[in-house]
C-alpha cells in the first residue's frame, strides 16, 4: 500500500469499484469533453501516487497517443472531409483523424487507470474481495501477479551477479547478449520451477485443501467508506441519467457529430463525471493539504 495515497487507505470495496467506474466509463465514453475528462484525472491521479517518477509513463504516452491518432485514418478511410490521398488514392479523412484521437484518448486513460489500480489493489485486497467467492481464482490470480514484480527482482540479481564473475559486460556482441539473455531466462525458468515446487509442499504441509478455509483480513467497512460508496453511487446514477439524455452522445465516422454542451444534460454529467474521476486525486490533495496545516501551527 502506498502511503502517501490516502485514497488507498480506504475499503477494498471503494477501492475496486471506483477503478470498475472509471475503466468502463473511459471504454464506453467517447465525447470529447468525456476523455478530457479521462486522460486528465487519470495522469493527476497517477501523479499523486507516483509523484515525478510518474511523469516518465505520461510523457511516454505523447508519442503513443500521437501513433494511434495519425494510423486510424490510414486503417479507417470513412469520412467526408477527405484531407489528402495517398496509395493510389486512398483518402485520409478528417473524420477518421478525430476518431484516432478519441481512440486514443481512451487507450490512454484506461492504461493509465491500470497503472494507478496495481499501484493501489495489492494482493492482500484482492484476496478480501474474491477469498470467500472464489478462493481457488483468486489465490492463483494473486500468485501469478506476485510473479511479475519477483521476475523483475531476480533478473536484476542474476544480471548483477553475472557481471560480477565478468560473463556480462557493456562491451559485448549481439551474439553474446543474445546468449546472455537466454542464459538468464533459462535460470529464471528453474528459480520459478523450484519456487513452484516448494510452495506447493510448503501449502500441502499446512494442510491447504483439507478443509473449510477461514480468512483473515484487517479491513473494516467504516463510517468514511459509507459516506464515499454512497456519494460514489449519486454520481454514477446521474452520469447514466444525463447519458441517457443525450450528453454522452458522440459520432465521428462517417458523419462528425458531437452533442454541444450547452444543456443542462451535458453540463450536469461532464460535472458529475469529473467529479467522480476526481475523488481519489481529491482526497490526496486534501490529505497533504491537511497535513502541511497542522505541521505549521506546531
Known amino acids: 500500500m502506498n502511503s502517501t ?22 471504454m ?22 507516483k509523484g515525478l517518477r510518474g ?9 503513443v497517443y500521437l501513433f494511434l491518432s495519425l494510423i486510424n ?24 483523424l478525430y476518431y484516432g484521437m478519441a481512440l486514443a484518448a481512451i487507450f490512454v486513460s484506461v492504461i493509465l487507470w491500470f497503472a494507478a489500480y496495481n499501484a493501489v489493489m495489492t494482493s492482500d485486497k484482492f484476496l478480501y474481495l474474491f477469498g470467500r467467492v472464489i478462493p481457488s481464482i483468486s489465490l492463483i490470480l494473486t500468485m501469478v501477479l506476485r510473479l511479475v514484480p519477483g521476475f523483475q527482482r531476480k533478473t536484476v540479481q542474476i544480471s548483477s551477479a553475472r557481471r560480477c564473475i565478468g560473463k556480462a559486460g557493456s562491451g559485448e556482441t549481439k551474439m553474446e547478449r543474445a546468449e546472455n539473455g ?17 510452495t506447493a509442499d510448503s501449502m500441502r504441509s499446512r494442510g491447504y485443501g483439507s478443509g473449510r478455509r477461514s480468512t483473515f483480513s ?4 467504516e463510517m468514511r467508506d459509507k459516506l464515499l460508496l454512497g456519494c460514489m453511487i449519486l454520481l454514477i446514477g446521474v452520469i447514466f441519467f444525463c447519458s ?12 462528425f457529430e458531437i452533442a454541444p454542451v450547452d444543456n ?12 467522480f474521476l476526481i475523488i481519489p486525486t481529491a482526497l490526496n490533495i486534501m490529505e497533504a493539504l491537511t497535513w502541511h496545516i497542522l505541521r505549521s501551527r506546531i
Open 28 to 49: 464506453i465514453f467517447v465525447h470529447p469533453a468525456f476523455l478530457v475528462c479521462a486522460c486528465a484525472l487519470s495522469a493527476a491521479y497517477y501523479l499523486t501516487i
Open 73 to 96: 485514418p490510414v486503417l479507417n478511410t470513412r469520412g467526408q472531409q477527405v484531407l489528402f490521398t495517398y496509395f493510389g488514392g486512398r483518402p485520409y479523412t478528417l473524420e477518421a
Open 218 to 221: 484487517i479491513y473494516r467497512f
Open 264 to 275: 443542462i444534460y451535458s453540463v450536469v454529467g461532464i460535472a458529475a463525471y469529473a467529479v
Open 55 to 63: 511523469l516518465k509513463l505520461i510523457v511516454g504516452m505523447i508519442p
Open 244 to 255: 441517457a439524455g443525450g450528453a454522452t452522445k458522440a459520432s465521428y465516422t462517417p458523419v
Open 5 to 26: 495515497d490516502t485514497f488507498s487507505t480506504y475499503n477494498p470495496i471503494i477501492n475496486f469499484a471506483f477503478f470498475i467506474g472509471a475503466i468502463a466509463f473511459g
Open 182 to 198: 537466454m542464459t538468464i531466462v533459462s535460470a529464471l525458468t528453474s528459480w520459478a520451477l523450484e519456487g513452484g515446487i516448494v
